[in-house]
């Protein structure tokens, strides 16, 4: 056990000196910004830093006093120390990446009230001053030792990060052309013109021209050069959709202000829609907080209580968008109420016979376990616990669910319980279908159109090889 000691007045003599050194990462000037509220763009923002003075983004000045005030407090004097006066100088900035070694030494020492004077000294690693000062305090004159507190792990996370990630990723991709059904509202518009032009998209806009035009005025948004095609109503708008999609024309359709059901109904006729061998799904894409990369889960939107040969192309299509977005090998997790299979619940017993299936060639390209519970799955401590030995358990690219309504819940619990990101896509047919909430911002709408980007262009490389 590590312990914190002090140094009473007495003990301390003219010329002691304590030190620590740390070395600046963008985390610590995150906490730093999110403790103060100063979120001066110096310190924040790397565009902005870039073209101010230091042209780099700078540590807050008074993160450099923090580590002073640290070493007051925990080393020289310590613990029982007060603080009455402190002065700084500041000399250079602290740049990221930068080794800064603090120094206390004690210059003065008053006995009539415990006054102890320190000077206050903080060094690049180039030996260069970055700040000095002097501070004034009252030292101790009780001896103190006790353990050392253990900090709690902090996790930082930015909304949207992950997302904008995803959307970088397209940057070196031509723009797809896309079908956008029925864009009447202002956020379905807005995300399909954004999309377009951040190259995800070219969008081509179905539905009735005086709304989808009406719209664009509100929102103070320019349609000229972007393809309307005028149709009465939403079904409409979904038929004429499918038929570009159909043709060629399109490589991928765009939901806008309708109900799923309306735009997939045309998309699964057997005769006129888009359906292949593949059973279609759906696939939520979560940027959860907690959980260090991003996690997929299906089916939680279009099939019901799937069969077990359902399950397959539901996992399948997962496995093939987690390869567009990257992931070399998706761990798929396949998730029950218990981790042993049991007879009399099905869920297992299909868990159990996918990763049979996997064995068998029937499912490719991703590593198979289950069942798995959901803390088992997302969770290395609880799968220790349990004594689950597994790839897959407490590190799942892929979460997939024994029905809809299970899925819907967990994937509505993460966004509003753990304030997750969901990004959401239909897979299965011939072109990808971005399908979001109505509910959802622009940037779900931006993430869902990068998703069907990458999965288009992975799926043109591989018919091409």
């Known amino acids: 056990m590590q312990f914190i000691e002090n140094k009473t007045f007495d003990e301390i003599r003219i010329g002691d000196s304590a030190e620590l050194t740390r070395t600046l990462s963008t985390q610590d000037i995150e906490l730093f910004a999110v403790m103060s509220g100063d979120v001066n763009p110096a310190h924040v923002d790397e565009e902005f830093a870039r073209s101010d003075m230091f042209h780099k983004v700078i540590a807050h000045g008074m993160w450099g006093g923090a580590l002073v005030s640290a070493v007051l407090g925990t080393q020289l004097p310590g613990p029982g120390t007060i603080y009455l006066n402190q002065n700084f100088s500041f000399r250079r900035p602290v740049g990221l990446g930068d080794t800064v070694t603090v120094r206390v030494t004690v210059k003065d020492k008053e006995a009539e009230h415990h006054h102890v004077t320190l000077d206050c000294l903080c060094l690049n690693q180039s030996g260069e001053t970055v700040i000095e000062g002097q501070a004034l305090v009252i030292a101790p004159t009780t001896k103190v030792r006790r353990p050392r507190v253990n900090l709690p792990e902090v996790h930082l996370h930015e909304r949207g990060e992950r997302f904008r990630d995803l959307i970088k990723a397209t940057a070196p991709l031509p723009a797809v052309p896309t079908a956008v059904v029925h864009p009447c509202d202002a956020l379905s518009l807005q995300g399909a013109l954004d999309a377009g032009s951040q190259g995800i998209i070219v969008p081509v806009l179905v539905g009735p021209r005086a709304k989808i035009e009406a719209t664009a005025r509100e929102i103070g948004r320019d349609l000229t050069g972007t393809e309307v095609i005028d149709t009465p109503h939403s079904h409409a708008a979904a038929r004429k959709a499918v038929e570009l999609a159909r043709a060629g024309k399109v490589s991928m359709l765009m939901k806008g202000k309708l109900h799923t059901d309306e735009l997939l109904e045309p998309v699964v006729d057997g005769q006129t829609g888009l359906r292949t061998e593949r059973r279609i799904s759906h ?32 996992v399948q299509n997962a496995i093939d ?11 798929v997790a396949l998730l029950s109420a218990v981790e042993t299979v049991t007879p009399t619940i099905p869920s297992t017993v299909d868990a159990a016979a996918l990763c049979k299936m996997a064995s068998r060639g029937q499912i490719t390209g991703g590593l198979l376990d289950g069942p798995l519970a959901f803390d088992n799955a997302v969770s290395r401590s609880a799968a220790e616990t349990k004594g689950i030995v597994s790839d897959v358990a407490g590190d799942a690219d892929i979460l997939i669910v024994p029905d809809l309504e299970v899925g819907n819940m967990i994937a509505k619990q993460l966004v509003y319980l753990a304030g997750a990101d969901a990004a959401g896509l239909v897979l299965g047919a011939r072109v990808p279908i971005v399908l979001t909430s109505r509910s959802d911002g622009v940037m779900a709408r931006l993430a869902s159109a990068a998703m069907a ?10 018919i091409k090889v």
């Open 283 to 314: 696939v939520f894409a979560l940027d959860v907080p907690n959980y260090p990369k991003p996690l997929l889960i299906s089916d939680a939107a279009v099939n019901i209580f799937p069969n077990l040969q359902d399950k397959r192309d539901i």
């Open 321 to 331: 968008l987690g390869h567009a977005l990257g992931i070399s090998l998706p761990k």
């Open 453 to 462: 980007q990458l999965y288009v262009h992975r799926r043109a490389k591989e």
